[in-house]
């Protein structure tokens, strides 16, 4: 069992060595095998050493040749553009060149101006091209130096190339300047504009105002009616002119020449607007200082201001409104808006300083009191045109003309205010050293005085005057302050202006000389008969109320003619009187007292018929009938009576005169013409009841009273 075991072992043991010494035979030949790879290794080692150091070269220029390649193609790229927009700039130049060959042959205007769009189109265009030009221009020669640069460093070619591409750069980077500018400046983008602003300026040229003569004759028509006429402004320009206006105002700013497109616009336009304007003749208008006012006829003067307010008003409403609107559709598109309302001040203000300078010059001239009317319309013209001239000058451009307007206001609230209460006191100086009527008739001053004031008291001046007044006021007192209202305060000024006329009816009437006791009565009489009636049922009268008209005129004229008919024919009627004594004397005393009192009566009647035809003048045919009845109601029942007691004693028929003889007479008398004293023909005799002559001197101021009232 043992040596079983053993022998098994043993040839294990024997298995194990030969596989060991195959194995070791194995590895002797792997490790010659490895020897041989290892050296192979170090061969091919030494070969790719050998082959790096020869591609080397080989890498760093490949590397250089991608680099270059890509300097190359960013300088090329831009500069492959540049050539494209230089050949676009040459085609549009060649299309405008052939536009403005049509431009120059077409008679058509609406031809005409659609080939202008398309000019302005081609000069936009063209302008794009070199403003990209100019744009592009500067980097791609930064883009060729740095390839230059480039290849210079990297010797990626000979010196001698590098030099001729150094001098190629240099010439080409002059060229472009030389170039671009030429095309800038010089060249035909240069002649293009000037051909626009020509262009610009013939077309705003043809634009003209349309109708202002036309309008001006219906305000005055118009003015002469009871309609107000509403003035508006026309449109200006046709749709395609408006078109091009504007998009060649838009080229020319964006060409820097926003200046000189100003400066034809404003040229041109105020030509124009001026022009239409002088289509009215406004010669007046050459006259504008306060001395030439002054040294103008009155009728010249009021015929300018009227023509002033028409004037104006159209300036404003018609003319200027439609240059506002046309400025703004023009020029309303540079710069935001913000260019055109200058525009448009410019062209206003040398119109409107011509309007104003006039204005000013009446409102600085003397304050004649005539001119109040001419002053009051010029200041409701401002007031009523005051909306529409904030509205056309609103704005900040505007406000220079804005300050002007309100400062001709306040000169002629000033002139205004000035000239009526200087008028008040013309009238109440108007009696230092002037001679009252020798005739009592109602005075000049008074006339005009009386007709000045129901002038003023209308409607149509009553509203600005008080206005005026007010705004007098409000100026005095602090605008803080209470003002009376319009009415009150227009009664107020009246009642002053009737106050110091009053005051110098009572200087002329205490004028006359003292012997002469009747004229100051006849001119009382006359002067405030005159005053009540020609105010009464008038707006004078109603502003000044009736009461005051009453109190200070119609009983101060009852009172005088009461004077007047106690001094001249009260005593006429007294000779007539019966005598206590008369019946106690003889038949023979009785009879020549009878004839002696009747020749004084007739003397007295012949004297006052003389100084009735040459110092008693009643010019008021109304006044003048009241007072002749009420003379025939004194004087003829006296005379009758006086023939009724007295008849017997007196001699035959025709040695006196008939109580109808007298009323003729007495007819005559206050009609005007001559007397003739014709005697009694028969004896009829009118039937009048005895009265005291002072109960007929108060039933004469009953008559007139009556008669005024109705």
């Known amino acids: 069992m043992a040596t079983k075991e053993e022998d098994s072992r043993l040839s294990d043991l024997q298995l194990a060595c030969t596989d060991l010494r195959t194995l070791l035979k194995a590895s002797a030949l792997m490790e010659q095998n490895l020897k041989k790879m290892d050296y192979k290794f170090n061969l091919i080692d030494e070969t790719l050493t050998s082959a790096s150091r020869r591609v080397a070269p080989l890498q760093s220029m490949s590397m250089a040749s991608r680099a270059l390649e890509t300097r190359i193609n960013r300088a090329v790229t831009p500069a492959l553009a540049l050539l494209d927009n230089f050949k676009r700039s040459e085609s549009i130049q060649d299309k405008l060149l052939d536009l403005s060959s049509k431009l120059s042959n077409e008679k058509n205007m609406n031809k005409r101006l659609k080939t202008l769009i398309k000019y302005v189109d081609c000069v936009d265009q063209l302008k794009a091209a070199i403003t990209s030009i100019c744009e592009e221009g500067e980097p791609v020669i930064q883009r060729l130096q740095e390839v230059v640069e480039f290849l210079s460093r990297t010797k990626a070619t000979d010196q001698y190339r590098i030099h001729r591409l150094r001098e190629t750069l240099i010439t080409l980077k002059a060229l472009y300047e030389t170039e671009v500018d030429a095309m800038r400046f010089e060249g035909l983008l240069d002649e293009a504009l000037l051909n626009l602003q020509d262009e610009y300026e013939n077309i705003l040229q043809q634009i003209k105002h349309q109708n202002i003569v036309d309008q001006s004759q219906a305000v005055d028509k118009d003015n002469e009616g009871d309609d107000q006429m509403v003035i508006m402004g026309s449109n200006l320009g046709t749709e395609l002119e408006i078109e091009l206006l504007r998009r060649i105002s838009q080229t020319l700013a964006a060409e820097d020449c926003l200046d000189i497109c100003i400066d034809i616009y404003v040229k041109v336009r105020y030509r124009r607007v001026a022009k239409a304007l002088m289509r009215l003749n406004p010669e007046y208008l050459r006259t504008h200082s306060p001395e030439e006012i002054d040294e103008m006829a009155w009728e010249n003067l009021e015929t300018a201001i009227t023509l002033w307010i028409q004037h104006f008003e159209l300036a404003v ?394």
């Open 317 to 710: 409403k018609a003319v200027l409104v439609s240059e506002k609107n046309f400025c703004e559709q023009v020029l309303g598109g540079i710069m935001d808006g913000l260019v055109w309302p200058e525009c448009f001040v410019k062209i206003a203000d040398k119109i409107m300083a011509v309007f104003f300078r006039f204005g000013e010059g009446v409102a600085r001239s003397s304050k004649e009191p005539q001119k109040l009317f001419k002053l009051l319309d010029m200041f409701e013209s401002l007031e009523k045109l005051k909306p529409a001239f904030s509205q056309v000058f609103e704005g900040e451009a505007g406000t220079d003309i804005c300050v002007r307007f309100r400062e001709l206001e306040k000169l002629l609230i000033h002139a205004s205010s000035k000239v009526f209460w200087e008028f008040g006191l013309q009238i109440e100086g108007n009696s230092d050293g002037v001679p009252p009527p020798q005739d009592g008739s109602v005075p000049k001053i008074v006339r005009y005085a009386v007709n000045y004031m129901k002038y003023l008291a209308t409607e149509a001046y009553s509203v600005p005057m008080a206005r005026v007044l007010r705004t007098e006021q409000i100026w005095k007192a602090g605008i803080l302050s209470r003002p009376e209202s319009d009415e009150n305060l227009l009664r107020d000024a009246v009642s002053h202006i009737m106050e110091a006329l009053q005051r110098n009816v009572e200087a002329k009437r205490s004028g006359y000389r003292v012997d002469k006791l009747a004229l100051p009565h006849v001119f009382a009489m006359n002067t405030y008969w005159y005053i009540y009636m020609r105010t009464k049922n008038t707006e004078l009268g109603k502003l000044v109320g009736d009461q005051y008209m009453k109190k200070n005129y119609k009983v101060i004229a009852e009172e005088s003619a009461y004077m007047y008919q106690k001094i001249v024919w009260v005593p006429l009627v007294r000779v007539l009187e019966k005598d206590d004594d008369l019946e106690l004397e003889s038949k023979e005393a009785m009879v020549g007292m009878v004839r002696a009192k009747m020749e004084a009566f007739m003397k007295g009647l012949d004297d006052v018929s003389k100084r009735h035809k040459g110092y008693y003048s009643i010019p008021d045919e109304d006044l003048r009938e009241q007072i002749r009845l009420a003379t025939v109601k004194l004087v003829v029942p006296a005379y009758s009576e006086f023939l009724d007691s007295f008849s017997v004693s007196l001699p035959g028929k025709s040695s006196y005169l008939s109580p109808e003889s007298v009323q003729e007479l007495l007819c005559q008398i206050f009609e005007g013409g001559e007397v003739k004293l014709k005697r009694r023909g028969s004896r009829d005799r009118t039937a009048g009841g005895s009265s005291a002559v002072d109960g007929a001197v108060k039933g004469f101021r009953r008559t007139r009273s009556n008669t005024s009232e109705k």
